[in-house]
Every structure is written in C-alpha cells, then in structure tokens.
C-alpha cells in the first residue's frame, strides 16, 4: 500500500478532510529470481535479472525480451552511453562491458587496478561519463570494508574519486550534471557530492539521513526528491533533501530497486524480490516481481 504523509488528515483542524484514495501497486512481471538495477530507456524497461544472469526489456503492457545473456555472475548492472550503447558492470571480473550495435560485449574499461571485485552499481551522466561504484569487500560473504566510486570517461579511461563509502549502491545525477547522490546501504543515508566539470567529485555531505532506512536503486524526479528501493524494510520510500520522508509504498518482499519511466515519466517501477540472505540468492528463484504505480512528480536526470 501507499502511505502519502503529505496527505494524512489532520484531526481537529477547519475543513479537515479524509486523504484521497491512493492506487496499490499493479504487478507488471513475475517469475523472476532477482530483479536489479531498473533503466527506461526506448520506450521499454530495461532490467537484470541477477539470478537468471539475463538482462530483460519490458513494455507496458508486460511482454517481455531477453535481450542479453551476461556473461558473469551478479552483480552486473546498466546503464547507456549517449550515442545509445549499452554498458554491462561484470561485477565479479571488475570489467565494464560495452555493447557493440551488432551485440558484441567489448571492454569499456578494465577497473580491476582501480579496486579488487566486485563492482556494482552504474549510472552514466549527460556528459557520458560514467560512475561506477566498488562495494569494498567480498560481498556476499565477506567481512565489511569501505567501498569507493569510479569514474569512467567516454574514452575509457578511469580513475577513483571518492573513497570511504558503506556499501555504494544506486548512483543517481541530477539533470543539470552538478551533484551526484550515491546510497550508502550500510551507512542508511543518500550523500551528494558536487560535480566538476572533469567528472571530479567534491564537496561531500549527507544529502539525507535515512534513520532505519536501507537505500539500494534510487532515482530522482522533477520536485528534487529521491526514490529509494529498501530490501530489508519491504518498501519503496521518496524523500527530500535533509530526510522528510514525502511517501512510501510498503510491499510484502523485498525493494531492490525502482525506476521512473513511462510515456510521461510518471509511472515508478519497482523491482522486487524475496531475500534470504547473500548467500542464497538461488533460493529467491520465481518470487521477483516488477510492479508499478503512479508517482506524484516525473522523473528527471540520470539514470
């Protein structure tokens, strides 16, 4: 269900009234093992399905196309380089793979000298530079470290340019190409860095304090607030800068992820799954979803 905060009654006030009905999330797709790292991109949702090792193009009306086999197991995000190539985070191989318009995978970029896998998630801004975030441990399995961010040129030249991460995940740029604002999932908090014109980031703060929250995928949209998928907590939460929470979709699995998209921007995605841990992924098998609902504000910047 939809609890919209902006919306609840306020009792004993003038001319209180009842909250309008809100919609309950209409399921798109099931059957899948374990949906990640949502893209609309021509007219379809773009998505992996982590256990499946398949990428998966999905219309509105839920017809469904295996676009890619990755080559690699998970983790292996999204996202697309301007002129329309698809780039494939093998996360384990610490490769960024470019898709050719024959469907040949290249390497984009070896990130492998940069941090040891995995890597994770990727979003590529208006300038084609793409941001590629390294969890910092063995994850599954392995004992928690920092994480840091990668930054890859059109080129294909990389570098690091930020460290002391907790567990980067969902990277998000703002239209304008001047902030990037990274989940930390360990960290239960959204942190904004600036954007030079380089690519560099700087200027790091908390952009909002999650409390209990688990930030995975997040988006943005045009009113400035942040969509963020939660894993642990079963919900989809939008949020402003400094943490008000606007609206959150509580479901009855896990949120890994969630995507704006639609033929007016308007219609959030969410990417859903029951989780049983790291470690038994292959467990999840049949319980992912893709489900949708109306959101308040479109979406807007990157990805």
């Not at 919609?23 to 790292?37: D, F, M």
């Not at 980067?168 to 860095?193: M, Q, R, W």
């Not at 609902?293 to 990805?303: D, F, I, K, L």
Request: one cysteine or more.
């Amino acid at each position: 269900m939809i609890e919209n905060e902006s919306n609840a009654r306020v009792d004993g006030q003038p001319g209180e009234r009842e909250a309008p009905p809100t919609p309950r999330p209409r399921t798109l797709k099931t059957g899948l093992v374990l949906g990640e790292s949502p893209r609309w991109h021509d007219g379809r949702l773009w998505f992996s399905d982590w256990g499946a090792q398949e990428i998966i193009a999905l219309d509105a009306d839920g017809n469904s196309e295996v676009v890619v086999h990755a080559p690699a197991p998970l983790p292996f995000c999204i996202d697309w380089l301007p002129d329309g190539r698809l780039l494939i985070v093998s996360g384990r191989e610490g490769l960024l793979l470019r898709r050719e318009p024959g469907g040949s995978l290249v390497t984009h970029a070896d990130l492998t000298e940069l941090a040891a896998p995995p890597w994770n998630d990727i979003v590529v801004d208006g300038r084609g530079n793409a941001y590629v975030g390294n969890t910092g441990f063995d994850f599954p399995g392995g004992e928690f470290a920092p994480g840091s961010i990668a930054l890859v040129t059109p080129d294909g030249s990389e570098r690091q340019v930020a460290d002391g991460v907790a567990f980067p995940n969902g990277i998000a740029v703002t239209p304008d190409n001047a902030t990037l604002i990274l989940a930390e999932s360990y960290g239960n908090k959204l942190t904004a860095f600036d954007i030079a014109t380089d690519g560099s980031l700087s200027g790091r703060r908390v952009w909002a304090d999650l409390g209990d929250g688990v930030p995975d995928g997040i988006c943005l949209d045009e009113e400035g607030a942040v969509w963020y998928g939660d894993v642990p907590n079963q919900r989809c939460v939008r949020v402003r800068e400094g943490g008000e929470v606007l609206q959150t979709i509580q479901l009855d699995r896990g949120c890994f992820a969630c995507m704006l998209g639609g033929v007016n921007g308007r219609t959030l995605f969410m990417v859903a799954a029951e989780w049983r841990g790291p470690t038994n992924i292959a467990e999840e098998e049949g319980t992912g979803q893709v489900l949708t609902v109306e959101a308040p504000a479109a979406h807007v910047g990157w990805p």
